[in-house]
DNA sequence: GACAAGAACGAACGGTCGTTCTATAAAGCG
DNA sequence: CGCTTTATAGAACGACCGTTCGTTCTTGTC
């Protein structure tokens, strides 16, 4: 790796965790120079403009997301099992990472959701991306007879995000400590409902 | 109401759809008086200071969500009837009131998440009593007999945020046109589990 | 070691930011 | 009406923004 690389992985390093807190908006090239030790126009070379350095935090993002959540679960049978591992990762990928402030796309979703433009884009694929990795697991676990053949994944997969959702804000907001036994509770009722064969009433 | 009032209540109307659109933090006080075809100064000098508006625009947003989304549901009998009222006007109260870029207060809890001082505390007190009102809505919802003794009500509230943030989610960054009726099957779900008695596998 | 290519710097630009000050205009009141 | 209070305007401030430019220093290659 030539130093080029070298020093631009060095500052979206930092970019990624300085994100992190003042999201992939409120990045500044100043701010990032002063931590980085680096001039303003020395660190700005290496992106062209800040706008293709936020694209390149936010792709170093999913690329972390893949390591720390996705590639450990393979470890697991598939199935539920698997899928239940991702979910566990996922909940606090936050803190196996140095993520202070939240996830990056996260954030990046409730920033760029109403302003086109190539990061709009960028996270909306991310998070796509993220969808249809849950509902092939979903998927997967139908296929095992874990849960249902009539199992509605699309909603499966709606109800996981808004499980994370509530976490996070929970977490972060309120300091909740029960926020993770809370996800948990949800989600293995969300399992149950998809599971058993009810009795109707 | 004289001139002063009349005025910083165009201000904050004005700044109410444009925070839905840039986020609390995004507000500038040139934009909004350029929006208002008043002078920098003029307008400033109806707050104080930045921070003081965007106080003022999360109060707004607190009174106009109760105006609209939970005193209408007042309508409704007490019990599983209010709750269903309240979440459905929850839902699209964005589109009820001039929201084009989403809730407001709820932008600004992944914004000021993790940066200490008075907006992150609004933010949370308006998120707490949101959650209060939830809370005692699902309550009533228990005496009535509708929702079992043993409902854990913290969970219950817990859940309904998660299905808001994906639903928002999924409006807003997916277009999905059907995450309204996710939602309410998840709202559906999570009252029928928590109503019926199930039979034990 | 010479030389070309790449990396980093420092200064400067035009803009926007929040804020302050002073002065003028309008509103409210007797 | 006149007088006081209040509201608005305008110009200026220092700070920071992203970006450009020319120069200098460091690499990597023959």
Same mark, same amino acid.
């Given at each position: ?35 980085? #030790?680096? %001039?303003?126009?020395? @660190?700005? *070379? ?5 706008? $293709? =350095? ?5 792709? /170093? ?69 993220? #969808?249809? %990795?849950?509902?092939? @697991?979903? *998927? ?5 007879? $874990? =849960? ?5 994944? /699309? ?47």
């Amino acid at each position: 790796m030539g130093k080029g690389e070298q020093t631009r992985q060095a500052i979206l390093d930092e970019a990624f965790s300085l994100a992190s807190c003042v999201g992939v908006g409120g990045l500044s090239i100043g701010m990032l120079a002063e931590r980085t #030790r680096m %001039s303003k126009s020395g @660190l700005f *070379a290496h992106f062209g403009s800040k706008e $293709e =350095l936020q694209l390149a935090v936010l792709r /170093e993002s999913q690329m972390r997301f893949a390591e720390v959540v996705l590639r450990p679960a393979l470890r697991q049978p598939r199935g539920l099992a698997r899928l239940r591992a991702v979910i566990v990762n996922w909940l606090d990928w936050t803190r196996a990472v140095n993520l202070p402030g939240g996830c990056v796309i996260n954030a990046a979703a409730a920033e760029f959701d109403d302003q086109p433009g190539p990061l709009r884009e960028e996270v909306k694929n991310a998070l796509l991306a993220l #969808r249809r %990795s849950l509902g092939e @697991l979903v *998927a997967r676990a139908i296929e095992s007879g $874990e =849960l249902r053949p009539d199992t509605d994944i /699309e909603q499966f997969v709606f109800e996981l995000n808004g499980i994370y959702q509530a976490t996070q804000q929970n977490r972060r907001l309120f300091n909740d400590q029960d926020a993770d036994r809370r996800a948990l509770l949800a989600f293995d009722r969300l399992v149950r409902d998809n599971a058993e064969i009810h009795a109707k009433e």
